[in-house]
């Protein structure tokens, strides 16, 4: 691979060496992982990446056989594009928990569970409506509340 093919961005129209058959290899997972690290390079520049491991292609397997359309590393680089639009996935905004995410590793990128949760949109910006202030905070009591809507 030339300096030029590694900077040439990765399209869902190039042939491939990643077959389409249900199952998925070690050698093509390996191959495959190679043009995930490329586009999600490309998508989060500044994100941590490590050397590759076992268990980063032992992900992209895993995720292969539950989604097939991540054969293509397209799919990839869209759910990359996804995660990097979240505000929450970027550390921008706390989470449930109060706390904020980060830094962004590919290593955690390649979890099948937080791809799932990053295609099914649980990291996608929201819009939170404001809670309704209660007209008289010093009678307020929300369980009689809840009473009186169930009458």
Do not use: C
Not at 26 to 48: C, D, H, M
Not at 79 to 93: F, I, N, V, Y
């Amino acid at each position: 691979m030339t300096a030029a093919d590694e900077k040439r961005p990765i399209r869902a129209s190039e042939p491939s060496e990643i077959s389409t058959g249900p199952d998925i290899g070690r050698g093509e997972a390996s191959a495959l992982l190679a043009k995930i690290l490329a586009a999600f390079g490309e998508v989060w520049p500044e994100a941590q990446t490590v050397m590759v491991s076992d268990q980063m292609i032992t992900h992209v397997a895993e995720v292969v056989g539950r989604a097939p359309e991540f054969r293509n590393p397209e799919a990839w680089r869209s759910a990359a594009e996804r995660a990097r639009a979240s505000p929450l996935l970027r550390g921008e905004k706390p989470g449930s928990k109060g706390r904020l995410f980060g830094p962004m590793t590919l290593a955690w990128f390649l979890k099948p569970d937080n791809l799932a949760n990053i295609a099914n949109g649980v990291y996608d910006e929201r819009e939170v409506p404001p809670r309704p202030e209660p007209e008289d905070t010093e009678t307020y009591n929300p369980v009689s509340r809840l009473a009186e809507t169930k009458r």
